[in-house]
């Protein structure tokens, strides 16, 4: 099955012009998503990376840590580990040395990079879900007459839900790879004890802190596609919705339903919405976020991949290039 940018669902063998996603064999695919494979091969070999500053090299690195407890790794970290907060804070004093503070750090480093591999799956599934709730949805009373009209109700907020998820996750993303970057170009030198991550507190806006990548074609610089997402994920988290009724609009052509869309609010050249005082939902572009979707996503996939390749090429270890060395396969 093939679904389409109209809302509607053909059969794998009818031709469909633009973009639309293959159901094949209960998976789906659609062109270009070969780019979440780079992605994910990508963020596996930053795993070495931070093992790298942390030991030195990932020699010293297996040399020296082993088999590990399961705290080191997992505790207040993973729901694999149950412990309170009190008895790792109260056994990390009693053990603590150099070699545990580091691992437990490189842990946390770690981790980073896995709610980003974890988050930018998840940018693909959503996008997926999007286009398969919305081709899905029947509306099965409606005029039997030609024209426009529009459908709202549970079917529909469940749509917009998922829209929004989008749009929340691609911003979550642009928070992580901040995150990522400030730390990379801001590691400690002593683990006498237990350090703290520096980019705790930073976030997608305080990208101008990142000072050693080149930000050229990264998320870091400015684009209009980053701007939308932006723009639209704030208008979603701050004021919980575009518009005040979810609705999906539908032609009808012939007693037939040829389409299905949602409209975007205007957008502002450089990205941002456009705006007059207290009105942000303007729609006279007539742009519909089922076309415009791919347009925004695609471009931002692209930005993503070029930022965590050139992590690589600018890593700083005690002011000198740390080579890049073999690729791993796996994260320690």
Partial sequence: MKYTTAGKIVENNEDVEGFHIIKLNNDFYFDGDSIFYDLDYECVDLYKKFTELVFGSLDEYYNKTGASPLWHSKGGVDSDSRIDSA?????????????????????????????LQNRILAS???????????????IDHFMDENGIFWTTGGKTNLIFGILNDIFSTNYAILDLVTKIAFQFENMPNDYSKYPKLKCSNIVYGDKAKIKKIDKTNTVFEEKKEIKMIISLRHELIHNATWEPLPKIFYEVENSEIINKYIYQPDINPNGTIIKVKNRKRFYSQEMKINETLPEICFPFWRALLETVKKYEETIIWHNKALPLGDRCQASP
Avoid: P, V
């Fill in 87 to 115: 008895w790792f804070n109260k056994t990390l004093q009693e053990n603590g040395n150099e070699l545990i503070y580091k691992e437990i750090f490189l842990a946390d480093c770690h981790a980073l990079i896995s709610c």
């Fill in 124 to 138: 693909r599934d959503i996008f997926i879900q999007f286009y398969i709730y919305f081709c899905e949805l029947k």
